[in-house]
């Protein structure tokens, strides 16, 4: 792959034409941008008053018009299998956040007053993973902050800033990390779908979330339950406390639904995710060997989403999993490369920023430093017991004890130092990224022990400043720029694809 930066437009790093792959490969690209329209058509035609009431209702609806852009520069340069299973992650997350808006709008009593469907939707955190919802399935679970902005950030950059200022303008400060302080923003603004009977909040993944819950709270005047996460959560003394949080937590949607915890269908559905976490295993263990068959931003973004997501409920996600599955195997026998050129095994750390979740793919295009793994794909990998009632919801707590954002950010040194050191080993690494989220105090106290260590280990440490959710305080460009000087002026390399070096997306999408 050669020169792709010259396909982009000034300043907005959007194609000027689709990208020639070879016509197989370029056939596949276009077929699946079909789909990713096809889908969102979809969605419009379900319930096209609502959609189009929504459309102008709320200031987000409009980035999703940018979905098929977004799913374009996140298979930049792909080719072969791993194309196939990049787009196939990628419209499995397009038919499920479309089913997401549709059912929001439906539900919306602002849009539609007196509707049957809104009381049936219990509305929860982003960061609160969809599994023991699974026992209710008379129920709707709806992620509040997922579809308004957290999934929105990642399709547009450009949303977020309104919802800033506006929670600036309202006394929270401006040094909050921009994840809540955006979601408060959301709420201020009056843009949530007005819809549930209640809601779960929590304390993941830092004290930001607590306080976006008590503005949530304010604003929605919905029955709420805090849902607590031990911190220090490796130690065997916190896991009878997170048991009866989830007991806890029962108990409330039983009492706000009138709803019985079904352990049947939650028996089920976690023998689902438990087949999903087989097929997600045996990526990591592919990206081991010295043949990876997936890298880049699809093995994270697909990862997050559906652990929180799917909940063992939706088979689709089974379905896609079985497919990736299938293709990745017979292109590992193959030992088929992964891109043109792999230079550097790469683990990303640290939580990744919103509004560039394809710098994944830059990475590998513009510098052939392929992401064998990162820390959002890197949380929960235990088993749920689909026998016993008991130790069933003691692997649950522990798995919420590791969920995004939170695994390797909380509960102590050794997850977050130790743990990268043993992820390097594992994947044979020579080069980490290490986010530096300038708006988040978990790492700042960290950084010489990071740089000490990664020199007693020759490994390449590159720090990359980012603002989560705020392209204004340190752009794209700007991370950029802070690779490409280590690897011109420290390892003295040459880039795979040199038109990649220097760009400007500062309009973008």
């Known amino acids: 792959m050669a020169e792709y930066g ?94 997401l808006i549709h059912t929001s709008f439906v539900a919306d009593e602002k849009i539609n007053p007196g509707n049957k469907i809104s009381k049936k939707i219990v509305l929860m955190d982003e960061i609160v993973p969809n599994e023991v919802f699974s026992g209710f399935p008379n129920i709707i679970p709806i992620p509040l902050q997922t579809i308004p902005i957290f999934l929105t950030s990642m399709v547009d950059q450009q949303i977020t800033p309104p919802y800033l200022e506006v929670t600036e303008s309202f006394g929270v400060p401006a040094d909050v990390c921009p994840l809540p302080s955006a979601e408060v923003g959301v709420a201020i603004e009056d843009d949530y779908p007005k819809m549930g009977c209640c809601i779960v909040a929590s304390n993941m993944p830092c004290d930001g979330s607590i306080m976006n819950s008590s503005f949530l709270d304010r604003r929605l005047q919905l029955p709420v339950h805090l849902f607590n996460i031990p911190l220090r959560y490796k130690g065997e003394d916190v896991q009878e406390y997170a048991v009866d949080e989830i007991k806890s937590l029962i108990e409330f949607l039983e009492k706000q639904t009138g709803e019985k915890f079904d352990w049947d269908a939650f028996f089920a559905a976690m023998k689902n995710y438990n087949k999903q976490l087989d097929y997600e295993l045996q990526k990591w263990d592919v990206n081991k060997t010295p043949y990876p068959q997936m890298t880049g931003a699809a093995f994270w973004l697909y990862r997050i989403y559906y652990f929180n997501l799917s909940g063992g409920v939706d088979k689709r996600f089974l379905k896609v999993d079985e497919k990736v599955n299938k293709i990745m195997m017979k292109a590992y026998e193959k030992k088929t490369p992964v891109s043109k050129e792999m230079r550097h095994r790469t683990v990303v750390w640290s939580c990744p920023a919103n509004y560039y ?133 420290v390892l003295q390399e040459e880039p795979v694809d040199p038109s990649l070096l220097d760009f400007e997306d500062d309009l973008a999408w």
Not at 35 to 56: E, H, N, Q, R, Y
Not at 367 to 393: C, F, H, P, R
Not at 443 to 450: A, C, E, K, P, V
């Open 6 to 99: 010259k396909l982009y437009k000034e300043h907005t790093a959007i194609l000027k034409h689709r990208e020639w792959r070879g016509f197989k490969d370029t056939a596949y690209d276009y077929y699946r941008w079909l789909v990713t329209w096809k889908d969102m058509i979809k969605m419009v035609l379900k319930a096209p008053v609502s959609t189009v009431k929504g459309l102008w209702k709320y200031r987000w609806m409009c980035s999703y018009l940018s979905t098929p852009a977004f799913v374009d520069r996140h298979v930049a340069g792909l080719r072969g299998p791993h194309l196939r299973m990049a787009h196939l992650h990628y419209n499995m997350i397009v038919k499920h956040a479309t089913g």
């Open 357 to 489: 979740t394809s710098f994944a793919n830059w990475l590998e295009n513009c510098w052939g430093m392929n992401v064998v793994m990162d820390m959002e794909t890197m949380i929960s990998y235990l088993k749920i017991d689909t026998e016993d009632k008991e130790q069933a919801l003691k692997d649950l707590a522990k798995t919420y004890q590791r969920s995004i954002m939170r695994t390797h950010t909380k509960g102590g040194y050794a997850n977050v130092v130790d743990e990268l050191w043993r992820i390097v080993e594992e994947y044979n690494a020579d080069t980490v990224i290490m986010y530096d989220q300038i708006s988040c105090k978990g790492m700042d106290g960290l950084t010489g022990i990071f740089d000490d260590q990664a020199r007693e280990r020759n490994i390449n440490f590159i720090w990359v400043k980012q603002d989560l959710m705020d392209p204004r305080t340190i752009s794209r460009r700007d991370m950029r720029e802070q690779v490409n000087k280590y690897m011109q002026t």
